[in-house]
């Protein structure tokens, strides 16, 4: 006998085959239904998230928030450090607090403009600045951390490299300076002249533009390139480094700050 193909049986390899394709589907079924609900539970616990992030204040959180701020451009403890330095230097018991406050005052009101505090006069300098300065000293400066705002003060966004490398001469420089504001606190002035200097103040909040183009010697229609061009001159003149005034270097600073912004 031989071996007829025909007479094979292969009703029960289709069987079979029928068997695990309608199994599979099955299975597909199930995965695909455990999907969706796996979504919609993703979902329900995403709309839970979200209402608690708008409801809830952010420091009841209980994940941590990567904070997308930069790190303070001054710390308490630089602060701290510059005030000791200071407080160690020839001529600090001469220094008074309130005359240190007195002269930070002055120094903002001959600023551009001159209603900024020094704070906001720091922060139009470079961004942040007068903030990071201001939260550092404290909500109650000592005599020490009065002493690192005049400098401040008084050089402007250089003050930081005096503090570090040269805080005798910066004592001596708010010294001179207190004593200059005292006396002239002190000095009589006639009606004239008060009236006289509060047409120029309040001229200087109306324009301060023509006031600060005055400070670079420059007329009301000067261009871009002149501003320049006097900025750079007056910088080399009034250079700290090079025996100038630090007030005349700061005011020039500003003045062309507040052209060019």
Do not use: C
Not at 156 to 183: F, H, I, K, M, T
Not at 223 to 239: C, F, N, P, T
């Amino acid at each position: 006998m031989g071996f007829d193909p025909r007479q094979w049986s292969g009703g029960r390899p289709e069987q079979r085959v029928t068997s695990n394709v309608e199994a599979l589907l099955a299975e597909n079924d199930a995965l695909r239904r455990e999907v969706l609900r796996l979504n919609r539970e993703l979902e329900r616990l995403q709309r839970q998230q979200r209402q608690r992030i708008r409801t809830e204040p952010r420091s009841h959180r209980p994940w941590s928030e990567p904070s997308a701020q930069a790190p303070p451009r001054i710390s308490s403890q630089q602060v701290r450090a510059w005030g000791q330095a200071l407080a160690q230097q020839p001529g600090w018991t001469a220094l008074r607090q309130r005359g240190l406050e007195l002269l930070i005052e002055q120094l903002n009101r001959s600023g551009f403009p001159a209603r900024l505090t020094l704070e906001q006069r720091l922060d139009r300098l470079v961004r942040g600045l007068g903030t990071d300065l201001k939260a550092a000293v404290g909500a109650k400066p000592n005599k020490q951390t009065t002493a690192v705002l005049a400098a401040f003060a008084l050089f402007g966004v250089r003050a930081s490299e005096w503090l570090d490398e040269d805080p005798q001469r910066v004592v001596e420089q708010l010294r001179q300076r207190q004593d200059q504001s005292g006396s002239r606190r002190q000095g009589r002035r006639t009606r004239t002249d008060q009236r006289q200097t509060d047409r120029q103040d309040d001229g200087h909040a109306r324009d301060p533009r023509r006031a600060a183009l005055r400070v670079l010697g420059l007329e009301a229609n000067a261009s871009l390139a002149e501003i320049k061009q006097a900025h750079r001159k007056l910088v080399k003149q009034h250079h700290p480094d090079l025996g100038g005034s630090a007030e005349a270097f700061r005011r020039v600073n500003e003045a062309y700050q507040s052209l060019v912004q």
